[in-house]
């Protein structure tokens, strides 16, 4: 019966074009910048379906030839990349496409770290999140974007400065009308952000709007949204304001009454965020080891960026078609002058899921939409001392 239900599944993987020919990527970025913006959409496009709609091993192949070509213009750190120009295109079209081919590269561990080679891209990915609050396609894919690569103190640390924590609290003031991707990935990235002293303190001005907004959520019927939930309230609880804030809420009602009526997981970490909210400790500084913590995500199986794409155009001159009919190179490839595409981190398997709340950057990321976010047993952010105190009473 199990091979009865994979089946489908296969045929429909073997019946996606498997991309083989060498491609004219010098007319491809040419084309990115100069040509007509409805050529650029169907470029991003094709370009897109080569990592979503072939199997892993030339999915693979293919993100190498990209990131080895230099296919976004990423390879420039501090000036502005061709997919930064892209994202800020007048045409809607353009900009969604855009956003989507950047979310289809952060969904793998070698893609986030050639797009993140570009600290101009990660800034421009910000300001395109924060220019509006709305719920579009290319905003659910620009915060995607944001968020699988917000493992990264430094990168944590552009965004803060970039006042993301900020339009993340006004972004989830309208959790009403978002979508559960959005709803999902914006917690994931507040919560990562709020693990740092600087994450923390962006909230002290808006304590009492995130946390009633947290409040609300708190019974959310998705365990991973509300480990996310619990993850932030226990990173804000480390300071004294936002506890007031809490305290004078009823936030400690609203735990005590969630425990009650939350799976045993849940649970546990409803029972440790009650006993941050009746400590007495400060916010503690952010260590001085600023070295970035390991990328090991795991690829997934299905690379996110094509759900409810809104480019319908003749099927003749889309995709793989496109590609062969303008962009084949027909003579020998020759050795690429670029350096080697950049290693992502080891891969791992996760553990379970953790009693305390999240203590380390995690992202939704491989795990399916209804499973629990996961957290490590090593925690290396400064709350160890507090858990310990919890967990080990004197």
């Given at each position: 019966?199990?091979?009865?239900?994979?089946?489908?599944?296969?045929?429909?993987?073997?019946?996606?074009?498997?991309?083989?020919?060498?491609?004219?990527?010098?007319?491809?970025?040419?084309?990115?910048?100069?040509?007509?913006?409805?050529?650029?959409?169907?470029?991003?496009?094709?370009?897109?379906?080569?990592?979503?709609?072939?199997?892993?091993?030339?999915?693979?192949?293919?993100?190498?030839?990209?990131?080895?070509?230099?296919?976004?213009?990423?390879?420039?750190?501090?000036?502005?990349?061709?997919?930064?120009?892209?994202?800020?295109?007048?045409?809607?079209?353009?900009?969604?496409?855009?956003?989507?081919?950047?979310?289809?590269?952060?969904?793998?561990?070698?893609?986030?770290?050639?797009?993140?080679?570009?600290?101009?891209?990660?800034?421009?990915?910000?300001?395109?999140?924060?220019?509006?609050?709305?719920?579009?396609?290319?905003?659910?894919?620009?915060?995607?974007?944001?968020?699988?690569?917000?493992?990264?103190?430094?990168?944590?640390?552009?965004?803060?400065?970039?006042?993301?924590?900020?339009?993340?609290?006004?972004?989830?003031?309208?959790?009403?009308?978002?979508?559960?991707?959005?709803?999902?990935?914006?917690?994931?990235?507040?919560?990562?952000?709020?693990?740092?002293?600087?994450?923390?303190?962006?909230?002290?001005?808006?304590?009492?709007?995130?946390?009633?907004?947290?409040?609300?959520?708190?019974?959310?019927?998705?365990?991973?949204?509300?480990?996310?939930?619990?993850?932030?309230?226990?990173?804000?609880?480390?300071?004294?304001?936002?506890?007031?804030?809490?305290?004078?809420?009823?936030?400690?009602?609203?735990?005590?009454?969630?425990?009650?009526?939350?799976?045993?997981?849940?649970?546990?970490?409803?029972?440790?965020?009650?006993?941050?909210?009746?400590?007495?400790?400060?916010?503690?500084?952010?260590?001085?080891?600023?070295?970035?913590?390991?990328?090991?995500?795991?690829?997934?199986?299905?690379?996110?960026?094509?759900?409810?794409?809104?480019?319908?155009?003749?099927?003749?001159?889309?995709?793989?078609?496109?590609?062969a009919s303008e962009y084949q190179f027909y003579e020998v490839a020759k050795p690429?002058?670029?350096?080697?595409?950049?290693?992502?981190?080891?891969?791992?398997?996760?553990?379970?899921?953790?009693?305390?709340?999240?203590?380390?950057?995690?992202?939704p990321l491989n795990r399916p939409y209804s499973a629990a976010p996961i957290c490590?047993?090593?925690?290396?952010?400064?709350?160890?001392?507090?858990?310990?105190?919890?967990?080990?009473?004197?």
């Amino acid at each position: 019966q199990q091979q009865q239900q994979q089946l489908p599944r296969q045929q429909k993987q073997q019946q996606l074009p498997q991309p083989q020919q060498q491609l004219d990527y010098s007319k491809m970025k040419s084309d990115l910048k100069r040509s007509s913006n409805t050529r650029k959409a169907l470029l991003l496009q094709a370009i897109r379906w080569r990592l979503t709609r072939s199997l892993a091993p030339v999915r693979d192949g293919a993100l190498r030839d990209f990131i080895s070509n230099d296919i976004l213009g990423c390879a420039s750190p501090s000036s502005e990349c061709a997919i930064g120009a892209l994202l800020r295109n007048g045409d809607p079209g353009v900009q969604e496409q855009a956003a989507r081919l950047v979310n289809a590269f952060c969904s793998m561990g070698m893609g986030r770290a050639y797009i993140t080679q570009s600290t101009h891209l990660v800034r421009t990915l910000c300001d395109v999140a924060i220019a509006r609050l709305d719920d579009t396609h290319t905003q659910r894919n620009v915060l995607g974007s944001i968020q699988k690569i917000s493992l990264k103190k430094s990168l944590q640390a552009l965004m803060i400065d970039a006042k993301l924590p900020h339009w993340l609290i006004e972004f989830l003031k309208g959790v009403e009308s978002l979508s559960d991707y959005s709803l999902r990935y914006a917690l994931a990235l507040l919560m990562n952000l709020t693990l740092r002293t600087a994450g923390k303190k962006a909230c002290i001005p808006s304590g009492a709007i995130i946390l009633r907004l947290l409040g609300d959520l708190l019974e959310y019927d998705d365990t991973e949204v509300c480990s996310y939930v619990n993850g932030i309230l226990y990173s804000l609880l480390s300071v004294p304001e936002l506890r007031s804030e809490g305290k004078t809420l009823g936030l400690g009602e609203l735990l005590s009454s969630s425990i009650k009526t939350s799976p045993p997981e849940i649970k546990s970490q409803l029972k440790y965020i009650l006993g941050q909210l009746g400590s007495d400790s400060t916010v503690q500084e952010d260590s001085g080891d600023d070295a970035d913590n390991e990328d090991d995500e795991e690829d997934p199986e299905v690379i996110e960026g094509d759900e409810e794409d809104t480019l319908t155009m003749d099927e003749s001159v889309t995709g793989e078609t496109l590609l062969a009919s303008e962009y084949q190179f027909y003579e020998v490839a020759k050795p690429s002058t670029l350096k080697e595409p950049l290693a992502a981190g080891p891969m791992r398997t996760h553990a379970k899921l953790f009693e305390v709340p999240c203590t380390r950057p995690v992202t939704p990321l491989n795990r399916p939409y209804s499973a629990a976010p996961i957290c490590e047993h090593i925690l290396p952010y400064p709350m160890v001392a507090a858990l310990m105190r919890f967990m080990f009473p004197t």
